[in-house]
């Protein structure tokens, strides 16, 4: 309600600016007439408070965009090649593919399976994968542990397993499948309060406001983000763009 109301208002002035007559210093209307002049020409010409609305919302997108190309820009190294990120895929390939994930995102259980694929299809991928937990304390005790099974050589079963997971991640049934692929639990508490389980989740929130990542999953390769779920088809095209880039 109080953004519907600064668009209004917005509004109100666009209005003065578009139908209200130029005025001599001398002669400049009160603030109370401006008020009336506005009305008036909202009344007269309704229209104005939409195009007024579509207006700002063009301009809202704008700044956005440019936002995220400054950050692409700016953060390229910190979002491809983070030394705390874990690589999946050809550590060495040309085209980096970055998803924002929460492993009580459905959305993000059923871009398992596309993933997969488009690793399978071009072996010349390598998919960082940003741990951003957003969905409660399930998904962030589930983003640690996985971050933390990395010292125990098991981050890419750890994973998929906890992704092809259909319940909810929770303490209970992150730990019960860290036995079922092997996992040392106890060690696993312990490496899940390190310092670069914190820095790779604060680096992924950051990242994510900077790229006006809203949602999970979300994708980025290139100067393309993706957000939501993508089809294989549009995966593969937004690499495929990426790469005539680098061309």
């Known amino acids: 309600m ?3 109301m600064l668009k209004l208002w917005i509004s109100l002035f666009a ?5 209200a007559p130029a005025f001599a210093d001398s002669t400049a209307p009160s603030e109370e007439r401006v008020k009336e002049l506005a009305l008036e020409a909202i009344l007269e010409n309704p229209e104005i408070i939409e195009l007024a609305i579509q207006r700002l919302q063009q301009v809202q997108q704008e700044r956005q965009q440019a936002a995220v190309i400054a950050t692409l820009e700016t953060r390229r190294s910190d979002l491809e090649r983070d030394p705390n990120a874990p690589v999946l895929g050809n550590p060495d390939g040309d085209i980096t593919l970055v998803e924002f994930f929460d492993y009580n995102c459905p959305y993000c259980k059923r871009a398992k399976p596309i993933v997969e694929a488009l690793l399978d299809a071009d072996p010349n991928i390598r998919v960082v994968f940003r741990e951003w937990p957003v969905l409660g304390e399930g998904s962030v005790y589930a983003a640690r542990a996985a971050l933390a099974a990395r010292q125990q050589d098991k981050y890419e079963e750890f994973h998929w397993a906890l992704m092809g997971f259909r319940g909810r991640a929770e303490e209970s049934s992150v730990l019960e499948i860290a036995e079922e692929v092997g996992l040392d ?8 309060k390190a310092e670069e389980v914190d820095g790779h989740i604060r680096l ?3 990242l994510a406001e900077g790229l006006n990542i809203n949602g999970t999953p979300s994708f ?3 100067n393309t983000v993706l957000p939501g779920l993508p089809t294989e088809e ?3 095209a937004a690499v495929k763009v990426a790469r005539e880039a680098k061309e």
Do not use: F, N, P, T
Not at 15 to 19: N, P, T
Not at 186 to 191: F, G, M, T, V, Y
């Open 15 to 19: 209005a003065v600016s578009l139908a």
């Open 185 to 192: 639990v106890e060690k696993l508490q312990a490496d899940m």
């Open 220 to 222: 980025v390769v290139g």
């Open 204 to 206: 992924s929130m950051q």
């Open 2 to 4: 109080k953004r519907l």
């Open 234 to 236: 549009q995966l593969a």
